[in-house]
């Protein structure tokens, strides 16, 4: 499915069915897709989380890339974070997880096609280096803001420029 997207995405002819999306839902979904007896989700999101302006399929498709990422690549027994809360009005969603040190090349091209840190946890994951490249894709499309920082914790932000008060 990654593969059929990237053709679309590069020649900007994917379709989206941009409506009105309750985030807090759609986390909520990957979290119960993705949460196994192996994995612990924990959650903080806001009850008061905005709407946002979205097509419900790929904001499902880009957290469940992330969480999946987050959970694959935690050095902390599987535990991974979700954060959701308005900023200001604007949605945020933050993903969280332990990790090893990223190399500062890596970082500068985490976003791009077929780019995997070198490591024991990549080393032993299958990936094909095209799912961070999608998301962008994804988030760039639906002007969301995506950006990470890696120190102890790799933390992964979403903001949602396009919400609903």
């Known amino acids: 499915d990654d593969l059929l997207v990237i053709p679309e995405l590069e020649s900007y002819s994917l379709k989206f069915n941009i409506e009105p999306t ?17 994995t612990e989700i924990k959650q903080e999101i806001a ?3 905005n709407w946002i302006m979205a097509d419900k399929y790929r904001i499902e498709q880009i957290l469940i890339n992330l969480v ?22 604007i949605p ?11 190399e500062e090349e890596i970082k500068n091209k985490l976003f791009e096609k077929f780019t ?15 799912g961070l490249y999608i ?6 499309a639906m002007k969301i803001d995506i950006s990470f ?17």
């Open 68 to 89: 999946d990422n987050a959970i694959k690549y935690s050095l902390d027994n599987k535990t991974v974070k979700i954060e959701a809360k308005n900023e200001g009005n």
């Open 135 to 140: 998301v962008k894709g994804l988030c760039a």
């Open 92 to 102: 945020v969603v933050r993903i969280i997880n332990k990790c090893e040190k990223i």
């Open 149 to 165: 920082t890696c120190e102890e914790e790799f933390v992964m932000e979403l903001k949602f420029n396009d919400y609903i008060e």
């Open 47 to 49: 009850p008061d989380l």
């Open 116 to 130: 995997r840190a070198d490591s024991e946890l990549t080393r032993s994951t299958r990936g094909t280096g095209l």
């Open 22 to 38: 309750d985030l807090s839902n759609s986390i909520f979904q990957v979290i119960d897709y993705l949460n196994t007896n192996e």
